[in-house]
Structure formats: structure tokens, C-alpha cells
């Protein structure tokens, strides 16, 4: 039996720009072992996450969704 307990971190990177992450925000990926980022993140915020296995969500809205949305 497996008795290793992990971690899991929920963090929002908010509007997008890293320079305005919170620092434990920063340090939970600089210390993740794996990153998950939907279609919303910012791209680069892997590169706070270089030793993660990182892992994409490619969903997005249908078009017509989105054209009933704005």
C-alpha cells in the first residue's frame, strides 16, 4: 500500500500578466510537479513551472456560445 500523501494547490492567475501573481502563488510552481492550465491561462506562466509536467485543457466555448456571451 501507497502511504505517500501529495499536495494539491488551486491557484488563479488572474488577469493574466505574471508580475501580478502572489509570491506563494509563485512558489507553489516553481515546487509543482505537475501544472494544469485551461484554455485561459496565460501561456508563460509555465516557465515559473520548469521541472512540471504540464498539462493542457484544450476545451473551449463553441462559437455559438460565445456569440450569445457577448
Do not use: C, E, Y
Amino acid at each position: 500500500m501507497n502511504t505517500n500523501t501529495g499536495k494539491v494547490t488551486l491557484l488563479s492567475a488572474g488577469p493574466g500578466d505574471l508580475d501580478l501573481l502572489t509570491l506563494k502563488a509563485v512558489k507553489a510552481l516553481a515546487a509543482a510537479d505537475v501544472v494544469l492550465l485551461d484554455h485561459l491561462a496565460n501561456p508563460d506562466i509555465v516557465t515559473l513551472a520548469p521541472q512540471a509536467r504540464v498539462i493542457r485543457d484544450g476545451q473551449t466555448l463553441p462559437a455559438s456560445a460565445m456569440a450569445r456571451a457577448a
